[in-house]
């Protein structure tokens, strides 16, 4: 599977939309772009996944840049449980393999 | 999303004995389960992968023989730490996928197990 860049940590203020940037510049054509996150001494939370369009679910978008090789998470209105460690992984048809992911920080 | 739920959640056990932990897809057949592993401030690393009714594919490094997989029917999966010792000492986290290799996997809520 490709290999993803992430910032180590990033902060936001609540109520501000945060945006988390991932690179994958090997992505190849048959890999998919998941994201997770893991609040502390939890299991990760599956947030969202793409391929090429960008995606949006009840909990955030995903924007995908053309050539797929970086993709951003937004959160349109962070909260302070949103405060984790997000994940970006590719994947094609294997496991889910874990890099060390932006820990985000929401603060009042 | 699904739900997966292992259990415990927390076990703290002696030196020499082992653990069993469980992990449910609750709402979903789940034909893959996954096992991980994270220490302290690391990221989840994979243990090992389990298909339903067949032995366990194990990660390098990984002893088969000291993490034992079991993955009896589409809803449960365990993992039992052989001959614990302080080493062993982790937080263990399943995750759960339904057939068909692009299905998102669902994780459990994770077990803090410390070795005494």
């Known amino acids: 599977d490709a290999k993803t860049t992430q910032p180590p940590s990033m902060d936001c203020a609540e109520g501000r939309a945060a945006n988390l940037p991932c690179n994958h510049s090997?992505?190849?054509?048959?890999?998919?772009v998941y994201w997770y996150r893991q609040i502390h001494s939890q299991g990760p939370q599956y947030i969202i996944h793409?391929?090429?369009n960008n995606e949006t679910n009840e909990m955030a978008s995903l924007i995908i840049t053309e050539d797929r090789k970086s993709s951003t998470l937004i959160l349109p209105h962070a909260t302070l449980r949103d405060t984790a460690v997000y994940y970006c992984i590719v994947r094609g048809y294997s496991t889910l393999t874990f890099g060390k992911g932006t820990m985000l920080l929401v603060s009042p | 999303g699904a739900v997966v739920s292992q259990h415990p959640s927390w076990v703290i056990c002696k030196s020499g004995t082992s653990v069993k932990i469980e992990c449910r897809s609750l709402?979903?057949?789940?034909?893959?389960m996954f096992w991980y592993r994270q220490f302290p401030k690391q990221s989840l690393m994979l243990m090992a992968t389990s298909n339903e009714g067949s032995k366990a594919t194990y990660e390098q490094g990984v002893e088969k023989d000291k993490f034992l997989i079991n993955h009896a029917s589409l809803t449960l999966s365990t993992l039992t730490v052989t001959s614990a010792h302080p080493e062993d000492s982790s937080f263990y986290i399943c995750?759960?996928?339904?057939?068909?290799?692009?299905?998102?996997?669902?994780f459990g809520q994770g077990t803090r197990l410390t070795v005494v």
């Open positions: 995750s759960a996928r339904e057939q068909g290799a692009r299905a998102e996997a669902f």
């Open positions: 090997t992505i190849s054509g048959n890999e998919y």
């Open positions: 793409g391929l090429k």
């Open positions: 709402d979903f057949q789940a034909t893959t």
